[in-house]
């Protein structure tokens, strides 16, 4: 199953990484939980979503210029899929550049995404999907 949650998430990830992040709604269940870890404070947590859409998210959006999400690699354990990501932006009003990493935890029920936590630290996002992060290098690209 973990190739198919895979290939479920590639779409989402190719609009994301234009900067579009309307919910791609043929990989998310419709009951989509989404959230941050605690690395990010003031927005940690596990939420449900209205069809995919956090309003966290829009409120993390409407701070940037422009903001893109790209998926640099996929591990999968089970029904989870840990994708390590390359994020990119421009500030609003300051003009300030970013690009670093992080990971998104996803977690797959009945071939729907059923949960996703965004993370800044990649090791933490694998350890928490009980992988070891020396093993990533097994990852499904």
């Known amino acids: 199953m973990s190739e198919a949650n895979v290939e479920l998430l590639r779409p989402v990830y190719e609009e994301w990484s234009r900067g579009n992040f309307r919910p791609v709604t043929d990989a998310y269940d419709s009951q989509l939980e989404w959230g941050w870890s605690g690395e990010f404070p003031g927005m940690a947590g596990v939420e449900p979503g209205t069809e995919g859409q956090d309003p966290r998210l829009v409120q993390w959006l409407s701070t940037w210029e422009h903001w893109r999400v790209e998926a640099r690699d996929f591990v999968t354990k089970g029904d989870q899929v840990v994708v390590l990501a390359r994020y990119t932006g421009r500030g609003k ?3 300030v550049e970013v ?27 694998l ?15």
């Open 99 to 125: 690009d670093t990493e992080g990971a998104h935890l996803w977690t797959f029920k009945g071939g729907k995404a059923r949960r996703m936590v965004v993370y800044s630290d990649r090791q933490r996002a």
């Open 127 to 141: 350890e928490d999907a009980g992988i070891d992060p020396g093993a990533a290098g097994s990852a499904t690209g």
């Open 93 to 95: 009003g300051s003009g």
